[in-house]
């Protein structure tokens, strides 16, 4: 990754962002203050967000890009380009919103009238499998899944669903606005039943009937920190065992219903779950049935039908994320089109906005980034000889994919404008077929799991692979010309570096080279990463998203392991290839050291103002911590930090010898 044969930088042209800054504020007291300060000042969250940072404005310039190309696609006269024929007529008939509100209820109809037939177990049954066939779970759901012991298979696993609130605590608990929230749910549940056309009586006795199967269903489910755990959630049961589990579920019927009636291999996350889902299932009164699945139907639906359905469905959002405004029918149609026709959508995406040398660049930085991990390998005091071994045949094998895939996926099945619903259930008949068809097969390693546009990343442990699409390697995070700091700060840190160490956290730490489910560390290896570990989670369970709601420690653990690894590996990357520089790379900017860039590149790739509500559902939902703690919660354990800043010892940002947290 060679540094750019260019004028003398500024922090502008370099990749940082001056007016984000808050010059004022002492980067050893609050480091996120100091990089991110006036952005936080003067940033409006618009009324369609819940957030506005640095993901969202990457995020909005794809979505801007991705509607003028949808635009321009809808209104060209077919037959000159296949691909801008099928994403235009899909776009033109999700734009078509009086079709849609003519339609009705027709499209869901089918399914209504399944569900009113239910009158015993049997016919429970029945629509249960009826609805896994659109894709919607009531009580669980299944797809392909390599298996954890073979990670050279693909097979069926079962897996827990079937609640429309965000988490089970939300049925259970009541810290911060959990009751609040579950409240406004109960009253959408019942709007929603009337908009069915049920009466004001009829509509809260369904939505009552509903809501308490589901409180059911949430006491049976595992929670999240018990599912951090990849031994609570793998249980190759088989066909049998699943039968002799919980027998009186047709499963036969149902594999058979979803195509797949051959398939013998089965995992499960929980035996005791299904054994006790299929118990409720018998015991529950037909009219209870019909009340949840009838409304596990309209909250899996609402948004694709006419506008009083998404106005409803939009209330939920509101509530747990502080979302004010419905976002407008386009960017939700951009969204739509991503999401079935993503790698066609994505190819004009690739073409203008990731060309040049930005995948060679981006894969340059990756094998940097790897290197620095090798050798970081080679000195981690807690890490034993054998499975030091180990760990670096498993870093050699991991395998990344950059920018867009090297063969784009075919999609086979029929569009046509003015026909949205039937859209959208061909691309959900044709996207469960191409799921379902990989049970029972060697598993495909050069398959993406996110499109091209999307502004993310992720680590499988199973495939021991980094994925890096286009979307994440933009400006302000990647850029071809900027400072290399930057690049290795915000890209290099906060994504490859972050994604790498994903293979050496609290779950991936358990998956070996091939990604398979194995015990690969010592006893006292295992021992000394788990009090590494605590230290962090203890360190982040003192932080709070919003006052009195702290961040849970151990749900963030792997995140947050990452975070801290990624940031500390990318900089002895870029020290190390600093060092191997013919020509030296510039080491002042505007005042600001190249080592002292690094950490603002990573600081402001965080830059971010959040509604409170978002911020409490986060923490109590998401594995990741906020924007906040994901920049001063990394700093303070960075040995790079202070030295760079010239943070005294004992200052916020540099506790000092033995008051940090390291992992990686």
């Known amino acids: 990754m060679p540094p750019p044969r260019a004028a003398a930088f500024t922090l502008s042209s370099a990749g940082i962002v001056p007016t984000w800054m808050d010059r004022a504020a002492d980067p050893c007291t609050d480091f996120f203050q100091y990089a991110c300060g006036g952005f936080v000042k003067t940033a409006v969250i618009p009324p369609d967000r819940a957030s506005w940072g640095a993901i969202e404005q990457v995020t909005k310039e794809s979505e801007d890009f991705l509607h003028d190309v949808l635009d321009k696609a809808a209104a060209a006269k077919p037959g000159k380009d296949p691909v801008g024929d099928k994403i235009g007529a899909y776009y033109a008939a999700c734009m078509d919103e009086p079709s849609i509100e003519k339609a009705g209820i027709a499209p869901i109809q089918p399914l209504l009238d399944q569900i009113a037939k239910v009158t015993d177990t049997a016919s429970a049954q029945k629509a249960t499998i009826a609805l896994q066939q659109e894709n919607i779970?009531?009580?669980?759901?299944?797809?392909?899944?390599?298996?954890?012991?073979?990670?050279?298979?693909?097979?069926?696993?079962l897996d827990q669903a079937g609640l429309g609130l965000p988490d089970r605590k939300y049925y259970l608990e009541n810290a911060g606005s959990i009751a609040k929230s579950r409240a406004v749910y109960k009253a959408h549940q019942e709007r929603m039943f009337g908009l069915l056309g049920q009466s004001p009586k009829d509509a809260k006795a369904s939505a009552a009937e509903a809501y308490r199967i589901e409180a059911a269903i949430a006491k049976l489910?595992?929670?999240?920190?018990?599912?951090?755990?990849?031994?609570?959630?793998y249980h190759r049961v088989e066909r049998a065992g699943l039968e002799k589990l919980a027998p009186s579920y047709p499963w036969g019927e149902f594999l058979a219903g979803l195509g797949i009636a051959n398939v013998t291999t089965i995992s499960v996350n929980d035996p005791k779950y299904f054994a006790a889902i299929a118990k409720l299932i018998k015991a529950e009164k037909p009219a209870a049935l019909r009340a949840y699945l009838t409304w596990t139907l309209l909250d899996a639906t609402a948004g694709d039908l006419g506008h009083a359905w998404v106005e409803e469905n939009f209330v939920m959002a509101k509530e747990l994320r502080g979302v004010e405004q419905l976002p407008p029918r386009w960017r939700r149609c951009v969204h739509r089109v991503d999401t079935d026709l993503g790698e066609l959508l994505g190819q004009s995406y690739v073409r203008e906005r990731f060309a040049g040398q930005s995948k060679s660049r981006a894969v340059d930085l990756t094998k940097e980034i790897l290197g620095a991990m090798r050798g970081e390998l080679d000195t981690l005091a807690w890490m034993d000889d054998a499975t030091r071994v180990a760990a670096k045949a498993k870093l050699d094998k991991m395998a990344y994919l950059v920018g867009f895939p090297d063969k784009w996926r075919a999609y086979g099945f029929d569009i046509t404008r003015g026909d949205y619903a039937g859209n959208r259930r061909n691309a959900t008949h044709a996207e469960l077929a191409r799921q379902y068809g990989k049970i029972g097969k060697p598993v495909v390693h050069d398959e993406w799991d996110m499109t091209p546009p999307t502004v993310n990343a992720y680590y499988n442990p199973s495939l021991n692979q980094i994925v890096l699409p286009a979307g994440q390697l933009q400006a302000p995070f990647f850029g071809e010309t900027f400072h290399p700091a930057v690049n290795f700060g915000s890209t290099g840190g906060g994504t490859i570096g972050h994604e790498m160490t994903h293979g050496f956290d609290d779950e991936g730490s358990q998956f070996d080279a091939d990604g398979?489910?194995?015990?690969?560390?010592?006893?006292?290896?295992?021992?000394?990463f788990k009090a590494a570990t605590k230290c962090i989670q203890d360190q982040y369970s003192k932080y709070e998203a919003v006052p009195k709601v702290h961040l849970d420690g151990k749900l963030t653990s792997g995140e947050n392991i990452a975070d801290n690894g990624g940031v500390k590996l990318a900089f002895q990357a870029y020290q190390a290839w600093k060092t191997r520089q013919k020509q030296p790379v510039q080491a002042d900017i505007e005042g600001v050291s190249d080592d002292q860039l690094y950490f603002l590149a990573y600081g402001q790739s965080w830059c971010e103002k959040t509604t409170d509500k978002a911020l409490e559902t986060q923490a109590h939902t998401n594995p990741h911590s906020p924007a906040k703690w994901r920049v001063d919660g990394v700093i303070v354990n960075q040995p790079g930090f202070g030295a760079a800043f010239k943070c005294a010892a004992g200052t916020p940002m540099n506790p000092g010898p033995g008051k940090s947290c390291a992992v990686w």
């Open 221 to 233: 489910q595992q929670d999240e920190v018990t599912r951090r755990e990849p031994h609570n959630i």
């Open 516 to 528: 398979n489910l194995k015990v690969w560390w010592s006893n006292g290896t295992t021992d000394k």
């Open 137 to 157: 779970s009531p009580f669980f759901g299944l797809g392909p899944q390599q298996d954890f012991a073979d990670a050279t298979l693909e097979i069926a696993g």
